[in-house]
């Protein structure tokens, strides 16, 4: 509620952008909070032998009471023959009162969070069953959970958050990310004055008594931790969004009533951004369904499946849970090293967003970000080596804003048409859709659409660590000619050369010319005309680039004009000899003598634009004047004379 009344107020301010900045960032915290308690779940490989298919859930919830009570029923097939018990994850904190399976109850075991049921048969591979767990209790407590009972003005609140590995502190689940759940019935029990928001579509609220059952439907495999049920006094309205020629979805908002007035104006934004993602990627997955939002305790949010938990409705958090719907949901990381398949993709949408639908606060938004990374992302990598290491996963810097810049950057280095073709295959593609994906497949999503080997790209930007910091040296001769070397340093020795397409703007009086360097080597060379006098020249203008903006730019100068750059005087001399520089910068200055030995030499730190030698203890004689500068060395002949 606070994040929500900030981001108004500011708006109201104009200065939009900070309210934006804020809540992302808090979003970050919120995202990593949820996982942290967690940390020490291994995901168990003891339910491999089964491919979950359906869930039919019954629950009852009094979000006055942090409790809960019901049923799961788990339909399932077998991957191996002799299966003779179905292994679920459930904390011992629940208490099992029974399971059914073919109208029986049959034996089981609950101990270190796994509950084992007993089948009376083996059952053969291929085989279709089912069981039902009976059980209930009160959810291990924990400050951020995965199962919240908390109030908003005075009344009681309940929600669930289960990523990455809380789904088993509430329920019994197949907990992993190798198996969606096909499809799923969520029916929840309330008191009357109270509406349970959850996955999927709406199919009726039933009173009986003091009693509701809300029934959700959904018809679209799911990952378990996006499996989500929110409960308290929700008002509801729905925004539509044109998803297709032919589709239109319901865009559901469960709100407190007393956010309702001010949710109405803000939830409104999320109309044009499913529309952009629609076109841009595919329509918006669960179109057949709903997208919707249920309002919850918390200031950031999360991207439970066709339906959003958000703490407030701000245009960033919208936009992020949102693009989650694609890129988390619809497809899931294959694992939590993989956690930039959610995290990075969602940031990236945002870019796509302020691109489209904020065009003139665009490019702050790329500064901003690169600046971000520039200075917290020295080291370390997109890539989760360490999952045990809480803060390295959620890491704000490495996963959120560098995952997201290396895909803004991709798609500057491969093309729009390669870089959207490459999304709308990992989209659509039958391994991935609806299923998960690893960064090795996005990968080869991307190669495909390109027709090109991104194994370097990868290598550096996604597993390798840092940045390059690049130096521009350019020079134009008087008849046009061009010649520019592109030379980098790299923040971390992962990567000790990132070959990149590198754009520079050269800018001239009346006319400027873009050109982009195809840079394979460091200190590459490049030779071009170009029919305008450049004044100049502006490294990566569009901010496409994870490297320090400016690059150095050195602008060099022709011989001729270097020597003429440095004028010494009189000459021929007897006491005294003035060095004078034009333009450039004195270094350093040598006397050599006709022998080629060294009588003089001088380092000028200050780079003094005015020089004088006194000459009275050089021998008479003839002279060799060597002038370093910034820009070149520059050698004239003396006379000392009597
Ligand atoms: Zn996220």
Redo the contacts with the bound molecule.
């Keep these: 509620m606070k994040k929500l009344f900030l981001f108004i107020i500011l708006a109201g301010m104009g200065i939009l952008s900070v309210a934006q900045q804020e809540d992302t960032n808090y979003?970050h915290v919120v995202?990593k909070k949820g996982f942290k308690q967690k940390a020490a779940f291994i995901p168990s490989a003891i339910h491999n032998n089964y491919d979950l298919i359906y869930h039919r859930v019954y629950w009852k919830l009094d979000p006055s009471i942090k409790a809960i009570s019901g049923s799961v029923a788990s339909h399932f097939k077998t991957l191996s023959d002799d299966f003779s018990s179905v292994h679920f994850d459930l904390s011992v904190a629940l208490t099992v009162d029974s399971v059914w399976y073919k109208n029986e109850t049959t034996s089981f075991t609950h101990t270190s969070d796994i509950l084992t049921i007993n089948l009376p048969d083996p059952l053969s591979q291929n085989t279709i069953d089912s069981v039902t767990v009976f059980y209930h209790g009160v959810p291990p407590e924990s400050g951020f959970g995965s199962f919240e009972a908390s109030t908003h003005g005075g009344v009681p609140v309940l929600w669930t958050l289960s990523e990455p590995y809380g789904a088993k502190e509430w329920w019994p689940c197949k907990q992993t990310l190798t198996d969606k759940i096909d499809s799923i019935d969520i029916y929840v029990e309330t008191p009357l004055q109270y509406r349970a928001a959850s996955n999927g579509k709406l199919v009726s609220e039933t009173v009986n008594g003091d009693l509701k059952t809300a029934y959700w439907k959904h018809r679209h495999a799911i990952t378990t931790y996006l499996v989500a049920v929110a409960v308290t006094n929700y008002e509801s309205y729905a925004d539509y969004a044109q998803v297709s020629e032919t589709q239109t979805v319901e865009i559901l908002n469960y709100v407190y009533p007393e956010s309702k007035s001010s949710a109405e104006i803000a939830t409104k934004y999320t109309v044009g951004v499913m529309e952009l993602f629609s076109s841009l990627f595919i329509p918006y997955p669960f179109a057949d369904e709903k997208y919707g939002h249920a309002q919850f305790g918390w200031g950031g949010g999360m991207?439970h499946q066709t339906m959003s938990f958000m703490g407030g409705f701000s245009s960033s958090l919208i936009t992020?849970?949102l693009a989650?719907q694609w890129f988390?949901d619809y497809v899931t990381c294959a694992s939590w090293q993989d956690i930039w398949v959610?995290?990075g993709f969602?940031v990236f949408c945002e870019a796509l967003v302020q691109e489209h639908l904020n065009p003139n606060y665009f490019l702050q938004w790329k500064k901003d970000r690169i600046q971000l990374v520039l200075s917290q992302a020295r080291s370390g990598s997109v890539f989760v080596e360490d999952t045990t290491n809480v803060d390295r996963i959620f890491s704000y810097p490495l996963t959120y804003q560098k995952g997201g810049l290396i895909l803004h950057q991709l798609r500057h280095q491969i093309g729009d048409e390669a870089f959207f073709s490459g999304i709308k295959n990992l989209l659509t593609d039958a391994e991935t859709a609806d299923g998960f994906a690893s960064a090795t497949q996005i990968k080869s999503f991307f190669e495909n659409a390109a027709d090109t080997n991104l194994s370097s790209y990868f290598n550096n930007w996604y597993y390798g660590q840092g940045y390059p910091i690049y130096t521009i040296n350019w020079l134009q001769e008087t008849d046009g000619a061009v010649s520019v070397s592109i030379k980098q340093t790299t923040t971390h020795s992962s990567v000790t050369f990132f070959p990149m397409q590198v754009p520079i703007l050269f800018k001239g009086a009346n006319q400027d010319s873009l050109m982009v360097f195809h840079n394979l080597e460091n200190s590459q060379s490049y030779s071009f005309n170009l029919d305008f006098e450049v004044s100049e020249i502006v490294f990566d203008p569009e901010y496409t680039l994870i490297a320090p903006h400016p690059a150095q730019i050195i602008l060099n100068i022709s011989e001729d004009v270097l020597n003429e750059s440095i004028i010494i005087a009189p000459n021929p001399t007897n006491e005294r000899l003035y060095i004078k520089s034009k333009g450039v910068k004195i270094k350093l200055v040598n006397l050599i003598d006709n022998s080629g030995r060294q009588v003089f030499t001088q380092l000028y730190p200050d780079n003094p634009s005015r020089i004088h030698l006194d000459m009275t203890n050089i021998p008479f004689g003839f002279y060799y004047v060597r002038v370093e500068t910034d820009k070149g060395v520059v050698v004239k002949t003396m006379v000392r004379n009597p």
Excluded: D, I, Y
């Design positions: 979003l995202e991207e992020h849970e989650h988390g959610n995290e969602a």
